[in-house]
């Protein structure tokens, strides 16, 4: 049984996406632990989960009885949690998008294979937003990381776009080449 943390209510995602899969995934991902700064938007969840609750993110890092963490913060604060899990050597679950600069989701990256720990970003292709749970428990299960030597399942480069104003008014997207991570 993963013994997962969930690290902020502020996106959407969490409460939209993430926890309704993980209700149904009780018997294999249990939401143990929630920080949230703001007591209200947790309440319910905490409840419903029977998770413990944290203000501040750093006691739920301390944690030793954490396996995993799931960001979903503000899209800006993505990095500087990453990086905390890491430091706390929990594996990181970060919902998209990885980061707002390249050179945060390059220091994410480095800063978990740093510590040793695993890093996964949903696919939001997969319509059951569940999978990224159940392929992490698989993985847990049998000892297995997630990511391989070589990067994520060969991954050799990484293209974020992120579909804010200026990314549509700009055209730019981000790369992230293997080197940098």
Not at 36 to 47: H, I, Y
Not at 86 to 103: F, M, Q, S
Request: hydrophobic share 40%.
């Amino acid at each position: 049984m993963i013994r997962l943390g969930v690290l902020s209510l502020e996106h959407p995602h969490a409460v939209g996406n993430h926890f309704p899969s993980l209700v149904g995934l009780a018997n294999r991902v249990r939401v143990a632990a929630i920080a949230e700064p703001n007591l209200g938007a947790a309440r319910s969840w905490v409840k419903k989960f029977g998770a413990e609750y944290y203000r501040d993110c750093r006691a739920m890092l301390a944690d030793s009885t954490i396996d995993a963490v799931l960001i979903t913060s503000r899209n800006c604060d993505h990095a500087r949690h990453t990086i905390e899990c890491a430091e706390g050597d929990k594996d990181v679950l970060c919902d998209k998008p990885i980061a707002t600069r390249h050179a945060d989701a390059a220091g994410m990256v480095r800063a978990c294979r740093g510590a040793g720990v695993e890093v996964s970003f949903p696919d939001y292709l997969i319509p059951e937003h569940g999978q990224l749970f159940l392929d992490y428990a698989d993985h847990k299960e049998k000892g297995q990381p997630m990511v391989g030597a070589d990067g994520v399942d060969g991954l050799r480069s990484l293209e974020l776009v992120f579909a804010g104003y200026d990314s549509l008014r700009t055209g730019r997207t981000v790369r992230v080449k293997r080197e940098e991570i």
